[in-house]
Every structure is written in C-alpha cells, then in structure tokens.
C-alpha cells in the first residue's frame, strides 16, 4: 500500500476506559463516546450514569434525530406519551424524530445507558447545559427550553 493510500483511509477511533469527554448534569454523569466528530456527524455514542431518584428531562421532541438507548445496568422508566416502559438491563429504545419521550431512574440503584444520536445533532445540548452550570446560571426549565430549541427539539407539552 502506498504512503498516499494510507492517509486517505479513514482512521479508525478508539475511546478506552475512562476516555472520553465527561459531562456532569447534576445527578446524571454522561460520557461522551463519540460526539459526531469521527463519522462525518452521522452517529454519536453517550454513556450515562443515572444516580437513583434521578428524573430525567421534560418530554420532548426531537425533530431531526433519532436517539436510542440501551440498558446496560439497572432499570429506566421510560415515558412514551402516556405510555410507560420499565427498561430493565438488555432493554433497547429506539425514539424516531417526532416522538414525545422522557425518562428517569426512579430506583435506589444506579442506572447506566448507553446512547446514540443520528445524526449527532444533540451531543452539543449536554455541551450546552453544562457551560450554563459552569457559568452559574441555575438549569431551570426556561434554560432547557432554550438549549433545546437551538437543537432542532422542543417540549411535548401535550403530554405533560
């Protein structure tokens, strides 16, 4: 193989344990797996940490991305519309754009999910939460709706 056909190959990304990019919102811990940046923005892989008690976000919609999760440890409720899921670890939930959907871990156990945005649209939601925690601004819901307004997501208010 020639120098020149090396360098037009595509790299291959490795993320090892403990790697990656941390985000901390409040009681949940999201690691950032890959953030769009090496599949030409089509897919982007989250690892987060439910704390027990955790509630989630407001339900929403995303407009232009799909997001699933799947259950490696512990047990998410997730809320569909009016329907809820008990996800137990193994579970997959797969929310096509246009889906009102939350969740939350309402357990005394950690919970741990493993999630993907395609394309990657919302990594830069979390990016966004958290420079408002550093900058001392409180998350209240108005900085959520604003955060996720910029991402192409808004709350499912009919199904508050």
Do not use: C
């Amino acid at each position: 193989m020639t120098e020149e056909a090396k360098t037009s190959e595509p790299a291959v990304h490795v993320v090892g344990p403990g790697q990656g990019e941390t985000i901390v919102l409040g009681t949940t811990r999201m690691r950032v797996l890959e953030d769009g940046s090496h599949t030409g923005h089509r897919l982007a892989i989250a690892e987060s940490v439910l704390a027990p008690h955790t509630q989630g976000p407001p339900q929403h919609r995303h407009g232009r991305h799909d997001e699933g999760f799947y259950v490696l440890s512990g047990t998410v409720r997730f809320t569909v519309g009016t329907d809820d899921y008990e996800a137990t670890t193994g579970t997959l939930v797969i929310v096509p754009p246009g889906t009102p959907h939350t969740f939350a871990n309402l357990t005394d156990q950690p919970a741990v999910m493993l999630s993907t945005f395609t394309p990657d649209l919302y990594v830069q939601y979390f990016r966004d939460l958290q420079e408002a925690l550093a900058d001392g601004r409180p998350l209240t819901p108005q900085t959520n709706l604003d955060a996720m307004s910029r991402y192409a997501t808004e709350p499912a208010t009919d199904h508050a």
